[in-house]
C-alpha cells in the first residue's frame, strides 16, 4: 500500500495521539528522499470545525504547495467531519487530491452527503480480525472502501469496497484512486438556468438544429450538450423561483442567498448557466468552468443630450485646424498692413520730391508771366490757373492710390479676411510685393474654401449628427444615473479601485427589468450596463415592440404612440469597454468534475465552435439591427442642419446692432459737444478738423 505513495510529492499526515506513533523514524527514512510530509497532530479537544491557528497556517501551506495527498489518521471521525466541512467551506483542504481516512459511520450522516459530492477520490480503511499477527484465524485484514460516485446517493450512503488489504498485499490490486469522473455512467445532473443572450435565451419559438435544454437554447446549452455528451451525463433543466427578478440573485440580510447563487450554495443544483461573471463575488460561492469568451461590459446611453448642430458651421475644421487658420489670418493680415505702410512711405517720398519740383516750375511760369504782362493779356485766365495748381498740385503716379485698404491695421485684416471669403479687393494693390502676396495668398483662399466646402457638403448629405456618449468619463459628466441588473453589478463598481468607475458605483442603482430599464434610457434619464450583446437584443426587442403595439392600434392611438416616440431619444451602445469580463459556466463549490469540463470546453474553444454557436445566436438580431439603421439613415436637409447658418447670422446682426448703438452713442456724445459742430452744415466741422 505504501507503494501508492510514490508518485506523490507532497503528503499531509494528519494524526492524533493514539495514531501519532504509526509514522516512525524508518517511515520518513524510507519515503523522505521523495516526498515532503507536512505533519499535523491534533488534539483530542480540538474543534476542527475552527481549528487553532497552527492547524488552520499548515492546511493553508498544503494547499498552497500543492499537496496531492492527504492521511487523516484520527480515531475520533466527528473531529474529521467538522475538519472536512471547515476545508470545503474556507477552501484551505484541495477537495481534488487524493484522501486517505479511517472508517467511522459517523462520516456517513445525511447531513455530510454533500461532502462526498465533491471529496470523491477518497478511500476509508477499515480493520477487522484479531491483535496476534502470528495466527492466520486471528490475522487482522483492512477492507478499502471508498464512495458511490457517480452514484447518485439517496437517503443512505453505502460506501463501496474496492478491494482488502491482509498479509501485506491487497486481493485484487485494484486502482484505488481511478478517475471518477471519465464516465459518469448516464446520470442526471441538476441544472440551473435563467435567459441571459448571449449564454441562454429562453423560450425559443424557432428549434433548429442548435442544442435545446428544456426551455433555454444558446451558446452555453450547446457547449452542455457537447461536455455532457463526451462525460455521459444527462441534464435535468429548471429555473429557478422568481428568476425573472433575483437573475444570479444576491445575499440577504437574513444571510440567505436568491436567485442562481442561492441554488448553487444550498448544493440543489450541479450546474448553473446564466452567463456568468469571471468574478469574486461568484468565485466565493461556486466553482466556474474555464472561460469559454469574453464580453464587453458597456452602458446602453441615450443619445443627443446636447444639440451640435449649432456648430455645424466649424465641423469641417478640426479645432487644430481652425487654429491654423486663424493664425496664418493674423499673420497675413500683419504682412500685408507692412507691406502697404512701406509702399505708402516711398510713395510718399516720390510725391514729395515730385511737388518740389512742380512748385519749382509754377513760380518759374508764374515769374515769367510778371515779367511778360502781355501774355496774360492774351489769356486773363492763365494766372489763376497756375495759381490754383499751385496750392491742388495733380497727383503723380508713384502715389499710393491702390494701398489705401491695406494701410490701416484693421482694414488690413477686414479685408485680408475677405480674400479668405473669396470676395474681390476693389483694387489690386499698387506694389509689386503686395501683388505677389495678394496673389499667393489667393491660391491659399482657393485650396482652404475648396476643402471646407467639400467638407461641408459631406456633412450636410449624411444624416444628422450624432451626439453620443463613448467614455466612463463623458458618462460621469453627463449626471445620468446608472444601473444595472443584480447586486453583482454593483459590487464590482463598488470594488473597483478606478475612480471615475468608484464614482459610478456609490450611485450605482439596481434594476432587474430590463424593459423598464431601456425605457427610462430612452427618455434621458438613466443609463443601463450590461453586456454589448444583451443590449443589442434590447433596442431590438424595444423597436419589435413599438411595432407591434402600433400595428394593433387605432389611429388616434398610433398618433399618440408617435408623439411618445418623438419624445425619446435615440440609444447607443457605449464605444469603450467598462471591462473585457471572461464568461463561464458555474459549477457546484469544490465540483470534482471542473477539471474534465474544463478539458473539453478549451476543446470546444479551440475548434472554433464557440464563435459559430454565438453567431448563430445573433444572426437573427443583427440582421434587425442592420435593416433597422437602413431604415433611419436618411441623408435629408433639414432645419437641423441649416441651424448652424442660423446662428451665424444671428450673431453678424447681433454684432451689426451693437456696432450701430457705439456709432450712435459716439457721435451724440463726442462729435455733436465738439465745438466746432454745426448742425446746419456738418461739412464745416469735418473741413476744419482736416486743416
Not at 480515531?75 to 487524493?98: C, E, H, M, P
Not at 441571459?196 to 450538450?225: C, D, W, Y
Not at 458597456?298 to 448642430?309: G, I, K, Q, R, Y
Not at 484693421?410 to 474681390?424: G, K, Q
Request: proline share 4%.
Amino acid at each position: 500500500m505504501v507503494k501508492n505513495l510514490l508518485p506523490y510529492k507532497c503528503v499531509v499526515l494528519l494524526s492524533d495521539d493514539i495514531y501519532n506513533g504509526i509514522y516512525s523514524s524508518a517511515w520518513y527514512r524510507r519515503f523522505g528522499l521523495y516526498m515532503t510530509f507536512i505533519v499535523v497532530n491534533v488534539d483530542e479537544y480540538e474543534d476542527l470545525l475552527s481549528p487553532y491557528e497552527t492547524t488552520q497556517a499548515a492546511l493553508s501551506t498544503a494547499k498552497n504547495e500543492g499537496c496531492q495527498m492527504y492521511i487523516f489518521l484520527v480515531s475520533n471521525g466527528l473531529q474529521v467531519a467538522r475538519l472536512l466541512r471547515f476545508g470545503d467551506r474556507y477552501r484551505v483542504i484541495n477537495t481534488r487530491a487524493k484522501f486517505v481516512i479511517l472508517y467511522d459511520n459517523r462520516l456517513f450522516e445525511k447531513n455530510l452527503f454533500y461532502l462526498w459530492k465533491r471529496i470523491i477520490n477518497v478511500i476509508f480503511i477499515r480493520r477487522y480480525g484479531g491483535q496476534k499477527s502470528g495466527d492466520d484465524k486471528n490475522m487482522p485484514w483492512f477492507e478499502i472502501t471508498t464512495v458511490p460516485f457517480p452514484s447518485q446517493i439517496t437517503s443512505i450512503l453505502v460506501p463501496r469496497r474496492l478491494d482488502i488489504w491482509t498479509k501485506s498485499k491487497f486481493r485484487k490490486g485494484a486502482d484505488l484512486f481511478r478517475d471518477k469522473t471519465f464516465d459518469l455512467r448516464n446520470q442526471t445532473f441538476k441544472v440551473a438556468a435563467f435567459g441571459h443572450i448571449p449564454g441562454t435565451t429562453k423560450n425559443m419559438k424557432v428549434k433548429s438544429f442548435r442544442a435545446v435544454l428544456g426551455n433555454f437554447s444558446g451558446v452555453e446549452t450547446e457547449i452542455l450538450q457537447t461536455v455532457a455528451t463526451a462525460m455521459n451525463f444527462k441534464c435535468e433543466v429548471y429555473e429557478p423561483v422568481n428568476a425573472d427578478a433575483e437573475l444570479w440573485g444576491g445575499k440577504q440580510t437574513t444571510g440567505k442567498y436568491t436567485g442562481l447563487i442561492a441554488e448553487m450554495v444550498s448544493t440543489r443544483a450541479d450546474i448553473a448557466l446564466g452567463d456568468l461573471y469571471y468574478t469574486p463575488y461568484i468565485l466565493e460561492r461556486m466553482d466556474l468552468s474555464v472561460p469559454y469568451n469574453t464580453e464587453c461590459l458597456t452602458f446602453l446611453t441615450p443619445e443627443s443630450l446636447t444639440d451640435n448642430s449649432w456648430k455645424t458651421l466649424i465641423l469641417p475644421f478640426k479645432p487644430t485646424m481652425w487654429a491654423a487658420v486663424l493664425i496664418c489670418l493674423a499673420i497675413s493680415g500683419s504682412v500685408f498692413c507692412a507691406l502697404a505702410r512701406f509702399h505708402e512711405t516711398i510713395s510718399r517720398i516720390k510725391t514729395e520730391k515730385s511737388r518740389n519740383l512742380d512748385l519749382y516750375n509754377k513760380k518759374k511760369k508764374i515769374i515769367t508771366l510778371s515779367m511778360c504782362p502781355e501774355l496774360e493779356k492774351l489769356d486773363p485766365n492763365v494766372k489763376y490757373t497756375m495759381m490754383k495748381e499751385q496750392y491742388n498740385p495733380p497727383r503723380f503716379e508713384g502715389q499710393a492710390m491702390g494701398l489705401y485698404q491695406f494701410s490701416q491695421p484693421f482694414n488690413s485684416m477686414l479685408y485680408t479676411y475677405s480674400m479668405l471669403l473669396l470676395v474681390s479687393l476693389p483694387k489690386l494693390p499698387t506694389g509689386w510685393s503686395l501683388r505677389m502676396l495678394t496673389g499667393w495668398y489667393w491660391l491659399y483662399c482657393l485650396l482652404l474654401v475648396v476643402a471646407y466646402r467639400a467638407s461641408m457638403t459631406a456633412i450636410l448629405a449624411r444624416p444628422t449628427p450624432r451626439v453620443t456618449i463613448d467614455t466612463l468619463q463623458e458618462l460621469v459628466n453627463s449626471r445620468l444615473k446608472c444601473g444595472g441588473w443584480g447586486d453583482i453589478n454593483r459590487e464590482f463598481f463598488k470594488a473597483s479601485l478606478d475612480p471615475t468607475t468608484k464614482l459610478i458605483g456609490e450611485n450605482f442603482e439596481v434594476v432587474n427589468d430590463s424593459s423598464e430599464a431601456v425605457d427610462r434610457v430612452a427618455q434621458g434619464v438613466f443609463a443601463f450596463y450590461e453586456n454589448s450583446y444583451f443590449l443589442k437584443e434590447a433596442l431590438v426587442k424595444r423597436q419589435l415592440r413599438f411595432q407591434i403595439a402600433k400595428s394593433n392600434l387605432t389611429f388616434n392611438q398610433t398618433q399618440e404612440m408617435r408623439d411618445v416616440a418623438g419624445e425619446d431619444r435615440n440609444l447607443h451602445i457605449m464605444t469603450d469597454c467598462v471591462i473585457k469580463m471572461p464568461i463561464s459556466i458555474g459549477l457546484q463549490k469544490n465540483s470534482p468534475i471542473k477539471p474534465r469540463v474544463d478539458k473539453y470546453i478549451r476543446r470546444v474553444l479551440e475548434a472554433g465552435l464557440i464563435t459559430k454557436w454565438l453567431d448563430d445566436v445573433m444572426s437573427p438580431i443583427l440582421n434587425s439591427e442592420i435593416q433597422r439603421t437602413h431604415e433611419g439613415t436618411k441623408a435629408i436637409m433639414n432645419m437641423k442642419k441649416f441651424f448652424g447658418a442660423i446662428v451665424a447670422l444671428c450673431i453678424g446682426y447681433f454684432i451689426s446692432i451693437v456696432v450701430l448703438i457705439v456709432e450712435i452713442i459716439y457721435f451724440n456724445y463726442f462729435i455733436k459737444k465738439n465745438p466746432n459742430y454745426n448742425k446746419y452744415s456738418r461739412t464745416i466741422y469735418h473741413v476744419k478738423k482736416a486743416d
